[in-house]
């Protein structure tokens, strides 16, 4: 199965489909979260085009720069941070999951959440801030913890156990 019906699997099996792709290879899964953070960045477009042609003080240029700064070499890090801390947090609480599986449910989450941040980055663009912006945006963002918590307690069930 590929990536894109896989990924809309999630949307319907989250924990199962999480399980399906624990066997990905550590560069597979870095090669995932850069793609997934080049969506990431597409969808700010929008938002950036739309702030700069309201205030033109800062040119659309310099906007996505920035962004493309914060979202393909910070947000690589913050991702791999997360997952350490979480799988630290994790082990205090009893719970025992590798840190691979850590990184896969959170890389996992943020893909598979990437079609919601798609759409909210064109209703923030095409319709500006407002309660379309705000349900989209709540929609992604549950989207996104409902994932990621389903893939961590799909990828550590197994390891509780033992």
């Known amino acids: 199965m ?13 924990g199962r ?6 066997l990905m290879s550590e560069p597979a899964l870095l090669a995932l979260l850069i793609g ?6 597409v969808a700010q477009w929008p938002a950036h085009a739309r702030a700069a042609a309201l205030d033109p003080s800062v040119p659309l240029q310099a906007r996505l720069g920035g962004a493309l700064l914060a979202t393909m070499f910070l947000m690589p ?3 791999m941070t997360v997952a350490w801390v979480v799988q630290v947090l994790a082990s205090l609480f009893g719970i025992a999951i590798e840190g691979r599986h850590s990184r896969l449910a959170l890389i996992w989450a943020l893909a598979a959440a990437a079609p919601a941040m798609l759409l909210q980055g064109l ?4 319709v500006g801030p407002g309660p379309a912006v705000t349900t989209v945006s709540i929609l992604a963002g549950g989207a996104f913890t409902v ?4 893939g961590l307690r799909e990828l550590s069930a197994p390891l509780r156990a033992t």
């Open 2 to 14: 590929g990536l894109i019906p896989r990924i809309l699997l999630t949307w319907r099996a989250p």
């Open 17 to 22: 489909t999480v399980r399906g792709v624990a």
């Open 36 to 41: 997934t953070m080049t969506l990431y960045f």
């Open 77 to 79: 890090l913050v991702v």
């Open 123 to 126: 209703v923030q663009g095409f």
């Open 147 to 150: 994932f990621w918590i389903a």
